[in-house]
């Protein structure tokens, strides 16, 4: 593996021959706290936020572009119509043309979360498909195989490639998650009653303690830091 600098932080970079097929791949994996911006073969261009892994070719063949994702990233198709571009999400993957939109699905979350910018995007999981629209967003479950289609303003899905954090209505296990990747730190609630509440923020290159002292003004909670873990009680 080789490790290179970009955009102010680190990234791993791996080039792998598979047994199976003639083709190489690439492996770029962001560790928590970066962001990066890569340009594929075909033009595309994907953003890949904190924690996120993602494999491609060197050279996509004549059938389909198909990439693997394991996190969240942002991608801006180049329209080829004679060769789909495809997402592979574990389970589940969206197919496209040409288009741009936000996907979230981390290997560690059973939740996979699609908003559309423009174009159209379709995601199957080989039993349901989902067809999305502009300002369409799908929340998709990969444990119950059940999505959800809404109609939404999309914009905030993608604030992260500006480095601002945006939750709307979001429960604290999934803004936990988020600060976790974000900040690379552990979390560890001691009252089961902090899941029951939700949280609306937005907030641009905040430190982790503005950001925590923030949420304590939301509910009522508190978080304490214990080495390298904090702690939320009520």
Do not use: C
Not at 146 to 167: N, P, Y
Not at 197 to 220: K, N, V, W
């Amino acid at each position: 593996a080789v490790i290179a600098l970009t955009l102010g932080g680190i990234f791993i970079y791996r080039q792998m021959q598979t047994e199976q097929t003639p083709i190489a791949l690439q492996t770029i994996t962001v560790p928590a706290g970066q962001r990066i911006n890569i340009t594929l073969a075909d033009g595309t261009n994907v953003w890949l936020n904190a924690r996120t892994t993602i494999q491609y070719p060197i050279t996509f063949n004549e059938k389909e572009r198909l990439v693997k994702l394991d996190g969240e990233a942002y991608f801006s198709v180049s329209h080829n119509p004679a060769r789909p571009f495809v997402v592979g999400l574990g389970g589940a993957q969206i197919e496209v043309l040409g288009t741009e939109f936000n996907v979230q699905a981390y290997d560690d979350s059973p939740l996979i979360a699609v908003s559309l910018d423009a174009g159209s995007v379709s995601m199957s999981d080989g039993r349901n498909s989902f067809l999305l629209a502009p300002s369409d967003r799908l929340l998709y479950d990969r444990t119950t195989r059940q999505g959800r289609l809404d109609h939404v303003d999309t914009s905030g899905a993608s604030l992260w490639r500006k480095s601002i954090i945006s939750f709307r209505d979001t429960p604290l296990e999934e803004v936990l998650r988020t600060l976790g990747r974000w900040y690379d730190v552990t979390f560890r609630v001691t009252d089961p009653r902090a899941y029951d509440y939700y949280f609306t923020l937005t907030t641009h290159d905040s430190s982790l303690r503005e950001i925590l002292s923030e949420l304590q003004r939301i509910a009522p909670m508190r978080f304490t830091r214990e080495g390298d873990t904090i702690v939320i009680g009520m």
